[in-house]
């Protein structure tokens, strides 16, 4: 694939990714406890992360931290907040 899609599909899938788990986080916070929902968050990207890995062949942290991470960290943290504060 081109470098291009590669990385707008990185950034499409961290960001839907980063709302979903944004939702069952909040679920996860008020059923455990806010550690465990912070730790299920960190797990999943970070197994998505070597997913994505396989896929798009070894680009490195740095094009990940560009391409994927701080979308979901993003979208994670706004989803969380909105959920939690209905």
Known sequence: ???NKLSRLSVLLHSLLGFFIGFFSNSIALTITKIGAIF???VIVILFGFVLERFTGKKGFKWWLG???LFYLFLWFI???FFYNI
Request: hydrophobic fraction near 40%.
């Open 1 to 3: 694939m081109e470098e």
């Open 40 to 42: 299920f968050g960190f």
């Open 67 to 69: 391409n994927g991470l």
């Open 79 to 81: 989803t969380w907040t």
